[in-house]
């Protein structure tokens, strides 16, 4: 071995090389493909030049995960973390290891897609179907959605729901004054768009009046309180006002639910079924309504359906409510939602089982009983003498004293008012941490006496309403029954998880999604207690390491795109798009042109683009997109003349929906500008634009972008999310802001538009992991990811019509494979081909959208070229089996397209009927000879589903063969 020199100066590793998928080497061999040597040259005819940039994003190298993994920690450490009874919304509680390690730690689930291909999916929507029968169950309603984004925007979504339901013709929503902060906030700002007037008070003194079409009551109260609204809420009804009920989880597996006393909508948050603070998310929250009003139901939803071999099989169901399809007229603009939290909150349900739920919730109410009644003792006040877990005294002049008292015992507890304090206990709470908190009271107990005053609590249960004790069973069904060993969650969880497709195992080629590498250097940070156990209304000193983390971000992602402000908090790109509409409406508003109150929008844009345009109170008016799939130029202006006066914005994605850097995105800035309008340029196609172009420099005012697209936040199998929105100077005045916390925005903003100021913080660590390690190399992979599409497109062009490319022929990061030739010539679809990939072991691309009858494929910068030509190949092959249908060779009605995809039950059956040889079907090319995924069901028949929705686990017998 020759002698080197200078190996101890080099970097250990480049984080870079291990995130970008082709060496040097592959990358040559691409770009010889295509006919360039070099990226520089595929780049200069691929991105129009008004909008290239020429320099560098000047990031500071990080390039190692080591090092930057020290970085964070010594972020992270600014952090205390501090035993904390704030509840409001937010209870400790611990995420059993088998469930973090299996669940939160497996990118078995957290790479996974949202489960729009439900034949390789059935894993992840049967963790679901738990979830949403945890919530029906508990709530004691007929059906529960697959989770919300929050607890908050939630009952937002609810009165939503409640002016769809009702008919009362008033225009106001009645919230209860003792609902969390939070949720009156957020219902706040969503209703005002929609001029929905919101009436706060007392629901026994308030309620009742013939304008509201809905109230919201909190059962048990933010203050602790539990109230019986059986007759209030027949009033309501009598009224033709629709019940909303802000719920507790854990609380109603000891109170009668609010389904038995006749809520109509039940809401709340899972986040204390195993999911940590997190400093305010991601968690899962959840919505469930009677069987009336499913239709109006928002967000996902998964029900039972049936395969064609009539096997059970599970989907989403009802999508027509959806954004995707219904667009303005959506139920709302959810798409990512909190998936891997429904998931985890559901594992934790199937952990404990009923009765292990049980017990923790009698413990920790039994603890609040024994530190509730010490204090009244001691003479303290309490606000309510029923309770939960959650007791408000009253200390006139006193509650900032004892909440520096607290402070000093090392407990975070809630400060109502001047005059009032708060604390909750939870599944963490011991008799020990009772004994320290009121001691800070000045109350001395030992730890033998709080656990003697608790199981006195247990003889009468005398805090709990006794008219409201639960009578009815929860939870019965055998996915809660039949886990509670480690061994046997252990493998449950493993179970479900082979039944999946995730990027553990494959590429997954999503058009509009970027599914690319969530390395695991920037998922470690996310379950440190340093950022996983922080309070989102912990005090400010108490979080210095997050907000440092949060700043920098900010600028990464300011400096990146090119606008002024950042704000962090939606928790979703659907919520990013609503704060930024929002703040387009208030700076005309700010200019007085409250008239301004109309959204263009092409009519390739993705859905979430018209019904966040609607709830933003603005009317939307479709604009054409030419034979090149580009915004229709002479439409814009038309539109735009027309409309002049009323102009808000406009909403564009660009790169385009199709993929494709429109050359006139300039001048469609100025057309919208000089008519007095402002542009909204949707990022979630960052991908293809970090580090070679700045939307907020070539015209834009206002973009969201999706973390969990371009900066690497795992998908989760549908969420969590977040979706920044960035600004020009002039409109971040009306960023979000949050009540709760004086630094989450500007004081001039709308309001919050999630529960927890930043939004789901816990999970930026990963973007700040990414951004740091990457450095200015994060333009190398936006010119991977662009020139990795441009090689798929090039090597299937020959096989599959490609549509929509830009200068050069050249696409963006994405391409789309028209299939509608070969429908309309063979008979074979796009979902034909989507299918017939899961045989290859693939996961299908993004399918008909943003052109129904073709694939919409985007490799990403992080598959290697092996894996792309594996794709490549499998789509070849997919087209020389079509050809065989073409010839005759294959009827249309048996051939292995239409009958994908196949199961091992079918290929390894004792009956074969076809007409193509059981090895073709089940080991079409030789990768499969080498690791074989096999979709656990065929093909699923979605419309049987939809006739007959089942949307909570089904008796056993339905699986029995
Ligand atoms: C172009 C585009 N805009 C907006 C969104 C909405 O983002 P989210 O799913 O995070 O709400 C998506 C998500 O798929 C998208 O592809």
């Not at 995420?95 to 689930?109: C, F, H, K, S």
């Not at 009436?199 to 309180?225: K, Q, R, T, W």
């Not at 989880?249 to 709340?268: C, K, S, Y």
Request: hydrophobic letters at 40%; a negative charge.
């Amino acid at each position: 071995m020759n002698p080197v020199d200078s190996l101890t100066t080099l970097p250990i590793e480049d984080f870079a090389d291990r995130h970008l998928g082709p060496t040097e080497s592959e990358v040559a061999t691409m770009l010889a493909a295509l006919g360039y040597d070099s990226l520089d040259a595929l780049m200069n005819i691929t991105i129009p030049e008004a909008i290239h940039l020429t320099e560098e994003l000047g990031f500071e190298a990080v390039p190692t995960e080591e090092e930057a993994l020290a970085r964070l920690r010594q972020v992270a450490k600014r952090n205390q973390v501090v035993t904390t009874m704030i509840g409001a919304g937010y209870y400790g509680n611990y995420t059993p290891n088998v469930i973090l390690r299996n669940i939160m730690e497996n990118p078995a689930w957290y790479t996974a897609y949202t489960p729009y291909q439900p034949e390789i999916s059935q894993g992840r929507l049967e963790a679901l179907l738990n979830f949403q029968t945890v919530v029906t169950d508990l709530t004691g309603m007929d059906i529960a959605n697959a989770s919300m984004l929050d607890e908050a925007t939630a009952a937002a979504e609810a009165m939503m729901l409640a002016r769809r339901q009702s008919k009362v013709v008033g225009d106001t929503f009645f919230v209860d004054a003792d609902c969390h902060p939070q949720i009156i906030e957020v219902v706040r700002t969503r209703a005002e768009p929609l001029n929905i007037k919101v009436a706060v008070g007392d629901p026994f003194a308030d309620s009742e009046s013939h304008e509201y079409f809905g109230i919201l009551l909190s059962y048990p109260g933010s203050s602790g309180a539990i109230h019986s609204y059986e007759s209030l809420a027949a009033a309501a009804t009598g009224r033709g006002a629709l019940v909303c009920v802000a719920t507790d989880l854990l609380a109603l597996t000891m109170l009668t639910p609010p389904g038995e006393w006749g809520a109509d909508v039940a809401i709340g948050s899972a986040q204390r079924f195993g999911v940590a603070f997190g400093f305010g998310g991601p968690h899962a929250g959840f919505m469930a309504v009677r069987t009336e009003a499913r239709r109006s139901l928002p967000g996902r939803l998964v029900g039972l359906s049936k395969d064609t071999k009539g096997r059970p099989a599970l989907r989403l169901a009802l999508q027509t409510r959806e954004q995707h399809i219904r667009r303005e007229k959506a139920t709302s603009n959810i798409c990512t939602a909190q998936v891997l939290l429904a998931v985890i909150a559901a594992s934790y349900a199937s952990y404990h089982g009923p009765s292990g739920l049980l017990r923790i919730a009698q413990r920790t109410h039994l603890l609040t009983c024994a530190a509730a009644e010490a204090l009244e003792e001691a003479g303290f006040t309490l606000e309510s003498q029923n309770f939960f877990d959650t007791v408000t005294l009253r200390t006139p002049g006193a509650a900032n004293r004892h909440l520096a008292d607290a402070l000093k015992a090392g407990l975070n507890l809630r400060a109502h008012s001047l005059d009032a304090i708060g604390f909750s206990c939870d599944e963490t709470t011991t008799a020990a941490t009772v004994v320290e908190l009121l001691s800070a009271f000045g109350v001395t107990r030992s730890i033998e006496q709080v656990e003697a005053a608790a199981a006195a609590a247990s003889e009468t249960w005398s805090h709990l309403p006794q008219e409201l004790l639960r009578s009815s069973d929860y939870l019965t069904h055998p996915n809660f029954n039949s886990y509670h060993s480690e061994t046997e969650m252990l493998r449950y969880l493993r179970r479900l998880a082979d039944k999946d497709l995730a990027l553990d195992r494959t590429m997954i080629p999503l058009g509009s999604c970027t599914m690319k590498l969530n390395a695991t250097a920037e998922m470690i940070p996310v379950t440190w207690p340093e950022f996983s156990q922080i309070h989102p209304f912990a005090p400010a000193d108490q979080t210095e390491g997050y907000l440092q983390l949060i700043r920098e971000l900010e600028d990464s992602l300011a400096r990146i795109t090119g606008y002024d402000a950042v704000s962090l908090q939606p928790n979703a790109g659907s919520q990013g798009e609503f704060a930024g509409l929002l703040a387009i409406r208030g700076y005309h508003r700010s200019r007085n042109n409250p008239e301004r109150d109309l959204c263009l929008i092409p009519a390739s844009a993705h859905g979430t683009n018209a019904a966040s345009a609607v709830m933003a109170g603005m009317r939307v008016v479709v604009v054409a997109t030419d034979e090149n799939g580009n915004v229709n130029l002479d439409d814009l202006r038309s539109k735009a003349e027309e409309h002049s006066a009323q102009l808000a914005a406009i909403m564009v994605t660009y790169p385009s929906t199709h993929g494709v850097f429109e050359e006139s995105i300039g001048e469609l800035c100025k057309i919208i500008h000089d008519h007095g309008g402002q542009v909204y340029v949707d990022g979630a196609n960052l991908n293809a634009l970090v580090g070679v172009a700045k939307p907020g420099e070539f015209g834009a005012d206002v973009s969201h972008l999706n973390l969990h697209k371009t900066f690497c936040i795992p998908h989760g199998g549908g969420g969590p999310g977040v979706g920044p929105v960035a600004v020009g100077a002039h409109l971040a005045p009306f960023l979000p802001n949050h009540q709760q916390r004086s630094d989450a925005g500007p004081g001039t903003g709308p309001g919050a538009v999630s529960a927890a100021p930043f939004g789901s913080a816990s999970i930026l660590p990963i973007s700040w992991m990414y951004i740091t390690m990457m450095g200015d190399r994060l333009r190398k992979a936006s010119e991977i990811a662009i020139l990795s599409a441009n090689y798929i497109a090039e090597r299937l062009s020959e096989h599959y019509p490609i549509l929509y490319t830009g200068r050069g022929g050249l696409v963006a990061h994405e391409c789309i494979i028209d299939l509608r030739p070969l429908e309309k010539a063979v008979g074979i679809t796009n979902e034909d081909v989507a299918k017939r990939l899961m045989d290859y072991g693939f996961h299908a691309p993004t399918m008909s959208f943003p052109v129904p009858g073709t694939l919409m494929v985007e490799p990403t910068e992080s598959e290697g070229l092996a894996e792309l030509d594996r794709f490549c190949d499998a789509m070849i092959s997919i087209r020389s089996e079509i050809e065989r249908v073409a010839s005759g060779e294959w009827t249309l009605e048996d051939n292995p397209l239409v009958h994908a995809p196949h199961t091992a039950q079918e290929v390894g059956g004792d009956l074969w009927e076809h007409a193509y040889p059981r090895s073709l079907a089940g080991w079409p090319s030789k990768h499969q000879t080498e690791s074989k995924y096999w979709p656990p069901v065929s093909r699923i028949d979605g419309g049987f589903g939809d006739r007959n929705l089942v949307c909570s686990c089904p008796p056993v017998e339905a699986f029995a063969e």
